[in-house]
């Protein structure tokens, strides 16, 4: 089992930043991919960014790409989500997510949600314009 934990969530102005932050226990974290992902109200959940076990490889979503960056800290057990640029559109409760079944092979799918097997209970993203 693995717990999953954010923070970092707020209130911004558009054009401000944010960083979130995802804590992840109960296995090795260097063995898990990580992602993230968003609820806005009345909308289905949407992949965000997934990153991989080691880091050396990273997945976004068109309307976040060049904006948004995932990192991870192996040492730290923590994923990160740096939010620049924000719109008001990028108001939504942002979902950590954690995988460990292709740490050995295969073809992860991020943008899947069926596919991750833990969640975070989220964090609450507001950008007023």
């Known amino acids: 089992q693995v717990q999953v934990v954010e923070s970092g969530g707020g209130l911004v102005q558009a054009g401000g930043s944010l960083r979130l932050s995802c804590a992840a226990s109960?296995?090795?974290?260097?063995?898990?991919?990580m992602g993230w992902f968003r609820q806005a109200p009345g909308k289905d959940r949407e992949f965000v960014a997934a990153i991989n076990w080691s880091g050396s490889s990273t997945s976004y979503a068109s309307s976040v790409k060049g904006r948004f960056t995932i990192s991870r800290d192996n040492a730290k057990n923590t994923v990160y989500l740096q939010m620049n640029s924000l719109k008001p559109e990028d108001t939504a409760v942002y979902y950590c997510?954690?995988?460990?079944?292709?740490?050995?092979?295969?073809?992860?799918?991020?943008?899947?949600?069926?596919?991750?097997?833990?969640w975070g209970q989220g964090t609450q993203v507001t950008v007023s314009s």
């Open positions: 997510a954690a995988d460990g079944k292709y740490y050995s092979g295969g073809t992860f799918n991020y943008a899947d949600l069926s596919l991750w097997d833990y």
């Open positions: 109960g296995r090795t974290f260097s063995r898990l991919a």
